[in-house]
Each structure stands twice: as structure tokens, then as C-alpha cells.
């Protein structure tokens, strides 16, 4: 699985991002104002905004980079099991590297906006491969 260079690296960054990034991941203030002030919403409104936003740029874009540690399937049986399996195994090796940061496994409610966002990220960037690929 992990035989090229780019494989390798791309396998690296996701480990390391996961690793490096705080648990729980807050959004900065500054972030916060900014979205408060161009929605013009309330600060509680413009903190969870901001959260959500956060995690889902972290997590899908970590999807992506996992996505490119794999090859693209060359079958469609290859293809399919890649979108099935590879968000399962990126989502599983994040939520037991936060609940080890955290000292518990986190609740189904504050996990499932990064297992998502992770997910799509690893099924959009398989799907784009695969049609640039064909």
C-alpha cells in the first residue's frame, strides 16, 4: 500500500496534521469577529459557525491527502471498495488519534462533523482521481 515516495508523504502529512492539530480544535477569536461581522449574527451564532467551518475545512481537506496515499482503483470493484473502506480507515485512525488527546473517546455529537467532513473529503478526491485517471 504505502510504495512510492508520494504515498508515503501524503500518509505522513495526514498522520502528523492529526497529531499536531489541539483537541478539541477551537476556532481563534479573530476568525470568530470575522464571520460575526460579515453575517451579522451574534457571537454564540458566529462561534459555533466558526467551529463547524473549522472542522470542516481541517477534516476534508485531511480526507483529501489521505486519498492521495492510495492509488486510484483500476476496476470499478477496485474503485467502490476504495470509496467504502479508505473513509472508514481515515475516520477510525482520527477519532482514535482525538481520543487519545482527550484522555476518552469523544461524543457522537462533537464527532460527526470531522467524520464526515473526513469522508467527503476522502470520496471527493477518490472520485476526481478516478475520472482524471479515465
Not at 492521495?68 to 467504502?84: D, N, Y
Not at 488519534?97 to 464527532?111: F, W
Amino acid at each position: 500500500m504505502f510504495s512510492d515516495t508520494k504515498t508515503k508523504v501524503a500518509a505522513a502529512v495526514v498522520l502528523l496534521a492529526l497529531v499536531v492539530v489541539p483537541a478539541p480544535l477551537l476556532p481563534p477569536l479573530g476568525l470568530t469577529g470575522f464571520v460575526q461581522s460579515v453575517f451579522g449574527s451574534g457571537w454564540k451564532t458566529a462561534y459555533l459557525v466558526s467551529a463547524i467551518g473549522l472542522h470542516i475545512a481541517l477534516y476534508s481537506s485531511l480526507g483529501v491527502a489521505a486519498a492521495f496515499a492510495v492509488s486510484a482503483g483500476k476496476t470499478r470493484r477496485q474503485l467502490w471498495l476504495q470509496l467504502l473502506l479508505l473513509p472508514l480507515v481515515v475516520v477510525g485512525i482520527a477519532v482514535l488519534v482525538r481520543s487519545l488527546k482527550l484522555g476518552h473517546v469523544p461524543m457522537l455529537a462533537n464527532a460527526v462533523v470531522p467524520m464526515v467532513a473526513c469522508a467527503l473529503g476522502v470520496i471527493a478526491a477518490l472520485l476526481f482521481a478516478s475520472m482524471a485517471g479515465a
